[in-house]
């Protein structure tokens, strides 16, 4: 908390495997996606909550992955922002090889997946196509 918002951007970036040079190149449009660049240089212990998100989702979605890996969906946030993140995260799905998204969110696993793996207890006990695979889960679901 004590380290700014764009020590925070540096440490972060570094720990996802970035080079200092690559996230100095990311940081312009960090700041411009987050909207924070007039607080940046404020320690992260001064940010309110949305501001700390803003600049958790900002950071962590400044890379292209090959593999999205999801637990669940990020959408919090004042409405305007939401429906930023969520353009990001779209783009980012399009853009990957493929994406591993764990949720209970039926409307959006039918939106984004085209197979579904059901676990009960740690065990697989479906994989397949979403739609059965959503209602492997109800039929689980209902048997607890």
């Known amino acids: 908390p004590e ?3 764009l020590e925070n951007i540096y440490m972060r970036g570094l720990q996802m495997g970035l080079s200092l040079k690559e996230v100095r190149a990311l940081i312009p449009a960090v700041l411009e996606f987050s909207e924070l660049a007039a607080d940046i240089e404020k320690p992260l212990g ?3 909550a949305g501001m700390r998100l803003r600049l958790a989702i900002s950071v962590s979605t400044m890379i292209e992955p090959d593999i999205l890996l999801l637990d669940e969906w990020i959408g919090t946030g004042d409405a305007r922002f939401s429906e930023k993140v969520k353009t990001r995260m779209m783009g980012l799905v399009e853009k990957s090889r493929g994406l591993v998204l764990a949720t209970h969110n039926a409307a959006l696993m039918k939106s984004l997946c085209t197979h ?3 676990l009960a207890k740690g065990r697989v006990t479906f ?8 209602a492997t ?6 048997k607890v």
């Open 116 to 118: 579904g793996l059901v």
């Open 3 to 5: 380290a700014t918002g």
């Open 137 to 142: 889960y109800s039929m689980e679901k209902k």
């Open 46 to 48: 001064t940010f309110s």
């Open 127 to 134: 994989y397949g196509d979403i739609g059965a695979a959503l």
